[in-house]
T-cell receptor, first 115, second 114 residues
Framework: EAGVAQSPRYKIIEKRQSVAFWCNPISGHATLYWYQQILGQGPKLLIQFQNNGVVDDSQLPKDRFSAERLKGVDSTLKIQPAKLEDSAVYLC?????????????FGDGTRLSIL | AQSVTQPDIHITVSEGASLELRCNYSYGATPYLFWYVQSPGQGLQLLLKYFSGDTLVQGIKGFEAEFKRSQSSFNLRKPSVHWSDAAEYFCAVGADGNTGKLIFGQGTTLQVKP
């Protein structure tokens, strides 16, 4: 089966600009996750979708980050305006369901650099 | 709240030597535990997982992990390391609420000497 697809792979922007990332999960996976991975740290969950509804966005900086999953398939994560501390790898993952123990399948991520 | 600690930030082993990466977790009930591996520029790949039952879990690429409730540990082992095992390894625990959310440790970078 095809894996989780993410684009772009790399993005360089200046602070205060906006940026968007796209994710296409594995076909049939109901749950989609966006993680932020800062250099030298483990991934941190930003937002979790179950189909097209939000399950958990408690760690999403909502003043500048937004995400949507229209039609319960693809998802877009946006940052506006970007800050220097947003430099990180943004990982998308999906799983068949959002229950405990379900393995998550990760994309290769988008590496964001803020100048 | 749940947490995961990986005490070793960086480990270097010789090719062919055995490997053990440490992971300690904080969780009230029986946790869901995972080990993932991340090669440079790539996403995370699942090595193995523990839910219940046999405390010694076998995974891909010759890795295994042992769940020890008394020590709140889930250490990853491999009897003989290959140069291709050089990567970053993450331990993760399933969060409360059975939502599938994972809490990750900060990772251990494995370097393999020829």
């Amino acid at each position: 089966e095809a894996g989780v697809a993410q684009s772009p792979r790399y993005k360089i922007i200046e602070k205060r600009q906006s940026v968007a990332f796209w994710c296409n999960p594995i076909s049939g996976h109901a749950t989609l996750y966006w993680y932020q991975q800062i250099l030298g740290q483990g991934p941190k969950l930003l937002i979790q979708f179950q189909n097209n509804g939000v399950v958990d966005d408690s760690q999403l900086p909502k003043d500048r980050f937004s995400a949507e999953r229209l039609k319960g398939v693809d998802s877009t994560l946006k940052i506006q305006p970007a800050k220097l501390e947003d430099s990180a790898v943004y990982l998308c993952a999906s799983s068949r369901s959002g229950t405990g123990g379900q393995p998550q399948h990760f994309g290769d991520g988008t590496r964001l650099s803020i100048l | 709240a749940q947490s995961v600690t990986q005490p070793d930030i960086h480990i270097t082993v010789s090719e062919g030597a055995s490997l053990e990466l440490r992971c300690n977790y904080s969780y009230g009930a029986t946790p869901y535990l995972f080990w993932y591996v991340q090669s440079p520029g790539q996403g995370l790949q699942l090595l193995l997982k523990y839910f219940s039952g046999d405390t010694l879990v076998q995974g891909i690429k010759g890795f295994e992990a042992e769940f020890k409730r008394s020590q709140s540990s889930f250490n990853l082992r491999k009897p003989s390391v290959h140069w291709s095992d050089a990567a970053e390894y993450f331990c993760a625990v399933g969060a409360d609420g059975n939502t599938g959310k994972l809490i990750f440790g900060q990772g251990t970078t494995l370097q393999v000497k020829p």
